[in-house]
């Protein structure tokens, strides 16, 4: 019988790295103890929600999508902001992405806490890596090791924030997707920072995903539709 | 010349403890280089908002109002979800009290970081407190002490959660109240869980705050309106 230490919840952005960490929690905790979240926060590419609902459809784990207008009130990234364009540049005054958007990770997770909370889930599950991180730190992994404090510490419950590709390249993380069997799914996914399918194979996550690919030797199925 | 170094932002939710708090940064960190904000976040009592602004004009200081749809869509508390009454009861399951909801504030002050982030802001000032925290366990000190890490750690910026209240009694508050000149602004504050104007006296949040005021042997202003 499983208990709630047993079920875990995915955060799925509809991306392949989210995406490959939903095969590992099903491998990992079984395909009746995972369930997946998704946050509708205002993306400009909204594509990213209908990407993520596919994608756990053919994975047969639940998809709930929670609704966060506060980054668009905050406004000033390019993600969410139409006064932003999207680019690989860096914010001049910050030095980071022109991309990152402050807090999202730890919201993102704080949020899927409080919904495991309600829900009996003890294990969260994010594809961050700091191999290829981009530039973001909230991906790091001493960012995730304080969140998963925190968020024990004030829920009074005991969370354990799952990493599967933190230390991975693009490269080990297409290897590891082969592996679960996560490669056909990999066709439902969403990565280009331009919101084009097929992607636009110009912008910083374009090329990232495609190196990863390549170097892995395996043939991308998202190039296909 | 004041630096982002000076800047603070105080979490206002139009109760007595934010309003403490909002003084005392005032105090702190002089007038010039402190703002508010607040969270709407779906709350039944939508008193508290404008208790909040009418503070902050007082005061004289800027506040800003953000929304946040989260926690409406989470549903499962007494302050938010409409089911759920508001009582002094604790929820079976988690023994924690039906106010409780879950991540709120972790969810404020990540939210407040990400604001600050923006704006020059590096001190983060909240009003909760672990003497008669009412059995929320993300009012404790670890809990903001980890809180303090992951967001320091993840906009990669130096932030500084304060807790002025942390370890005062609802009298020493009262007492810090009147020692920095915002007795008068208590006046326009809101505490009662049943939302009423005047206070409705008999719900855990009015007795504490009685109490308090009782102890340090001040009159309650709120009581004259």
Known sequence: MSTDRDKALVVLSGGQDSTTCLYWAIDRFGPANVSSITFDYGQKHRIELECAREVATVAGVPNVCLPIDTFA????????????????????????PVTFVAGRNLIFLTFAAAYAYRHGARHLVTGVAQTDYSGYPDCREETMAALQLAITLGMDREFTIHTPLMHRTKKETVDLAVQLGALEAMALTHTCYNGQRPPCGECQACRLRARGFAEAGVHDPLLDI
């Open 73 to 96: 009130a905050l406004g000033g990234d390019a993600l969410t902001d139409t006064a932003v364009p999207v680019s690989n540049g860096v914010d001049e005054e910050t030095e980071l």
